[in-house]
């Protein structure tokens, strides 16, 4: 089955940039959408197609990007509050599957 | 706001019917997803159904144990699990479709399941 492969863990200071990313070879064709999911609480969406920002507040710090087989969820000038789990996800054509990666644990030091 | 109920403790070998109830908005203008995560695991989805109910897609991990329906008169979403094993056990979550490019847009509190003896 297609995978999409993150990291397991990030960690950054407070007021710095992490960046948590998604590969895939099938990533380049078809849209990539970014959750946060904090503990105890159902996941949310903070962008989706790539690069849009839902319009329920989602903060202008939080931005997706892609290159290539890459996508990269991007958070400036982090903080306490934004120490979460965060998945990306896409719609596989091939499988008709929709596919979720492992998650990745931002971690703020 | 999506809002789960129906889970619970059942035995392996058994079946569970989880539904998935609709307010603030018309659950039949939209493709909804079942999405489950094991405790401490990862997001798994597990079932589609289109907003008229003649596209279904299923995860091979379900499969043939799962039927996803929805009844939009009623502005309700069902899965019917059965055969349940002990790595069904998770929170099972009702996620509405985006509409642009399949992104989950909002997603229900969940609902427990516990496959167990």
């Known amino acids: 089955s297609y995978v999409l492969t993150q990291p397991p863990s990030v960690a950054v200071a407070p007021g710095q940039t992490a960046r948590i990313t998604c590969g895939g070879s099938r990533v380049g064709q078809i849209g990539v959408h970014w959750y946060q999911q904090k503990p105890g609480q159902a996941p949310v969406l903070v962008i989706f197609d790539d690069t849009k920002r839902p319009p329920s507040g989602i903060s202008e710090r939080v931005a997706g990007s892609k290159s290539g087989t890459t996508a990269t969820l991007t958070i400036t000038r982090v903080e306490v509050g934004d120490e979460a789990e965060y998945y990306c996800h896409m719609w596989d054509s091939a499988t008709q599957h929709h596919v979720l990666g492992e998650g990745t644990k931002l971690t703020v030091l | 706001q999506l809002v789960e109920s129906g889970g619970g403790l059942v035995q392996p070998g058994g079946s569970l019917k989880l539904s998935c109830a609709a307010s603030g908005f018309s659950l039949g203008g939209f493709p909804i997803d079942w999405v489950r995560q094991a405790p401490g695991k990862g997001l798994e989805w597990i079932s589609y159904?289109?907003?008229?109910?003649?596209?279904?897609y299923y995860a091979d991990s379900v499969k043939g144990r799962f039927t996803i329906s929805r009844d939009n008169a009623k502005n309700a979403l069902y899965l019917q699990m059965n055969s349940l094993r002990a790595d069904d056990s998770a929170v099972y979550y009702c996620?509405?479709?985006?509409?642009?490019?399949?992104?989950?847009?909002?997603w229900g509190q969940g609902t427990l399941v516990t496959v167990s003896s």
């Open positions: 159904i289109q907003a008229d109910s003649n596209t279904i």
């Open positions: 996620v509405r479709d985006g509409g642009v490019a399949g992104e989950f847009a909002s």
